[in-house]
């Protein structure tokens, strides 16, 4: 009985089984991965429990990969953003300075820096939710586009 020498490619295999195993037991189970977020556009419902001011439109779009957008509530605004699995990072944003009433321009301003603390974002249908370092409530976004 000879014993024949195994080839590089089961070698191989023998290495990465492991390392495959070892990533896969340390995906969360269960946990919600966001839909493809590339051309989607939402509407912010509640912003961490207090609510949004009616007739005011604060948005997000994710209008390319790593392009954020949308509206603060008074003025527009532009970044870029990184998202692996679920967790979700905003870089620095840039955008218009318009002058606005006073509520319209609290509001914006609890907007933008939950938006820099952002961490995590749960996809349900055609509502998205934004975890933010900081708040025990997330942000509430409605799909506004198909």
């Known amino acids: 009985m000879s014993s024949t020498p195994s080839s590089p490619l089961s070698r191989l295999a023998w290495l990465v089984a492991p390392a495959l195993a070892l990533l896969n037991a340390c995906a969360m189970p269960g946990a919600p991965t966001p839909a493809p977020l590339v051309g989607s556009e939402w509407q912010l419902e509640d912003l961490g429990g207090r609510g949004v001011l009616d007739r005011v439109q ?21 970044g870029t953003y990184t998202l692996m699995q679920d967790r979700i990072s905003l870089g620095p944003m840039g955008g218009t300075r318009m002058a606005c009433d006073e509520a319209v ?28 370092q900081g708040q025990d409530k997330p942000l509430r976004f409605t799909r506004t586009n198909p």
């Open 58 to 78: 604060a948005t997000l779009a994710f209008p390319e990969a790593g392009r954020v957008a949308g509206n603060g509530s008074c003025n527009r605004f532009f």
């Open 105 to 132: 321009s609290d509001q914006e301003a609890r907007y933008m820096a939950a938006l820099q603390k952002a961490q995590r974002l749960e996809v349900q249908g055609t509502t998205m939710l934004m975890h933010v």
